[in-house]
């Protein structure tokens, strides 16, 4: 079945370090992949999405790049701020299950000032 | 509301209860999902509804666990003889058609039982 690995947490690091947050997949054909995010108090939010190989996707300076060959998407932005501690959810939906998501187990980050 | 909205945002029940657990979608969105987060761990797929009917309700974890949408807007998750293991936050989503587009989460409601 499908499937989303990503790095565990906790991660934490000061403000303006560049942030890496690894994600790679298992599913059956060529899945859309996804990145959530979910502030504290707040419900989970699409953070940026790509859906198919080598697309790179990208929001609020976060990028992804959509990796067959490695079947990994992982998340990167250069430069965090205090306001981007939260937790982050890599996800899929994949042709086998077209109506679902699929989510990795989440990885909780704090930037300290 | 702009929002999912769900209610309550907390519930405890007490082992053996009925618990009934409500999403109001984003008005117009057809495609509804039921996720199910467990502490530390990411959400699980329960149920989906396009319109009225359940289009996939695989992720269910048994016949304790049923949920509704009898008009193709609010839905309701209700769960029978609830256990201590179905503690945990349950998330319901809408998108506008489902396949493909965006889901919208709503905050969820933390379901405890004692």
């Known amino acids: 079945g499908d499937s989303v690995t990503q790095m565990e947490g906790p991660v934490t690091l000061s403000e303006e370090a560049f942030l890496t947050i690894n994600c790679t997949y298992t599913a059956t054909g060529y899945p859309s992949l996804f990145w959530y995010v979910q502030y504290p108090g707040e419900g989970l939010q699409l953070l940026l999405k790509?859906?198919?190989?080598?697309d790179k996707g990208s929001n609020k300076g976060f990028e992804a790049t959509y990796r067959k060959e490695t079947t990994s998407f992982h998340l990167e932005k250069g430069s965090v701020q205090v306001s981007d501690s939260a937790v982050y959810f890599c996800?899929?939906?994949?042709?086998?299950?077209?109506?679902?998501?699929?989510f990795g187990s989440g990885t909780q980050l704090t930037v300290l000032p | 509301g702009a929002g999912v909205s769900q209610t309550p945002s907390n519930k405890v029940t007490e082992k053996g209860k009925y618990v009934e657990l409500r999403c109001d979608p984003i008005?117009?969105?057809?495609?509804l999902y039921w996720y199910r987060q467990s502490l530390g761990q990411g959400p699980e797929f329960l149920i989906y509804?396009?319109?009225?009917?359940?289009?996939?309700d695989s992720g269910l974890p048994n016949d304790r666990f049923f949920a509704v949408r009898p008009e193709g807007s609010v839905s309701t998750l209700k769960i029978q003889r609830t256990e201590r293991g179905d503690s945990a936050v349950y998330l319901c989503a809408s998108s506008p058609t489902g396949e493909g587009t965006e889901a919208f989460f709503g905050q969820g409601t933390r379901l405890t039982v004692v």
């Open positions: 509804f396009q319109g009225t009917g359940a289009a996939d």
């Open positions: 790509a859906t198919k190989a080598d």
């Open positions: 996800a899929l939906v994949s042709r086998s299950s077209a109506r679902q998501l699929t």
């Open positions: 008005s117009g969105h057809t495609a």
